[in-house]
């Protein structure tokens, strides 16, 4: 039975529609809330410890832990873990450290985006690290989000047995309308509730199947007789693994996740935070993880998934174990997964251009009256969306060349410079550009050349050559501006 004759049950259809418009619901509900631009973009640092933790992993994760890791655990058994542990223990340090001493320096400079505090920090009156950082936003995020939009728009486009453009036009819609209504409020918690939908698909999921095989040591067993490589988690070999560990130096750069730390209510909370953050983070990695290893018992042969994608395993065997009803739920939480993180991510790219260039750079010095800062974010989030749906329809190919290496350039180009404008008094504002283009200049290059070469992630190289870059470029170019 496929996706859409489960769907044609009409409470499991109900269901999965419950799903994409519950967000609605929730910005409209949120719109009472958000009545200042501060509001808008960090939720007025307002937001208590539960949702930031909850919403800075769900944003972070989306199809691509619930598709993605499920899937590389279906083709590398358990050596996949590999490709959670980096992301897990660097976030895990980033909520108290980054996190902590972020917050406190933001309310202080009062920054409202991760732009605003490099400006103030480093008092770059000429707009030297806000423009650059805007530019590569512009790159890497809006190419994101429109892959997101991509993706949303194809799994729903199968759901529904409707053309792609139509499945497109609908994603873009459902996140629009909360966004402009509550802006990061209405994100955030927005976040929570996709996060308990993937409670189902992650935790209960798995268990249910790990019964229905016998349990661990069976699955264990019968994946060894398969293949023994499956049971091995040293298989891939020590360069593979050092680039999946590698994925954790992304997470500092991320300005869809950095965000929710500056939007707590107290950054002494951000220690409960880390604990609740990673403990989701670590539950919902093992349940994928768990579900690509029960799919390769169930499924032996990638020949026999969906146009042979080892990512299809997760709504193949969701179909297997379970009902229209609650598949209908499944599903719903994938298109959902997928949005958490492109509705974060077009935030990014409003504030950017509504605060970052708009009040910062074009109307720099003119007194803007609140309610009027409220309707350009609203404003931008609106047109960001639309581009972001044009350029998923009309390119791609280079949405998709972009979306492989854009955590990784947003990792190796914010990453190094926030971490040393945080922890190194010497740093300057031409360090920090120098580590941004750098950052991004090699991840490109690398990408393009060299990963097949020396088979090491671009991003490693590219945050560790940035972070040289800052040290060099700071010291050569003393200034008063370096300050603690």
Sequence with gaps: MNLYDKLSDPLAFIIFVSTLALPVLIGIITLKKTKTQSDFFIGGRAMNKFVVALSAVSSGRSAWLVLGISGIAYTRGVSAVWAVVGYIVAEMFQFIYIGQKLRKQTEKLKSLTLLDYFESRFQDKKHLVRITGAVIIAIFITAYVAAQFSAGAKSLSTALDIPLITALIISAVLVLVYMVLGGFIAVAYNDVVRAVIMLIGLVIFPIYGLIKMGGFQALLTTLGQLNPAHVDPFSLGFGLIIGYIGIGLGSPGQPHIIVRYMSIDDPDKLRIAAVIGTTWN?????????????????????????????????????????????????????????????????????????????????????????????????YAVFFSGIFAVILAYVAKEAIFWLVLFAWGGLGASFGPALIFSLYWKRTNKYGIVAGMITGTLVTIIWKLYLVKLTGLYELIPAFFLSALAIVIVSLLTKTDEARS
């Design 282 to 378: 670590v539950i919902m990695a093992w349940g994928a993880v768990f579900i690509g290893l029960m799919g390769r018992v169930v499924v032996p042969v990638v020949d026999k998934l969906p146009d042979k994608d080892p990512e299809m395993i997760y709504l193949v065997l969701s179909s297997e174990y379970f009902g229209s009803v609650l598949y209908g739920l499944l599903v719903g939480g994938i298109f959902a997964a997928i949005l958490s993180t492109a509705d974060s991510q077009l935030l990014v790219v409003a504030s950017t251009f509504a605060r970052d260039i708009y009040e910062k750079i074009i109307k720099k010095g003119a007194v803007i009256p609140e309610a009027d800062k409220l309707k350009i974010g609203r």
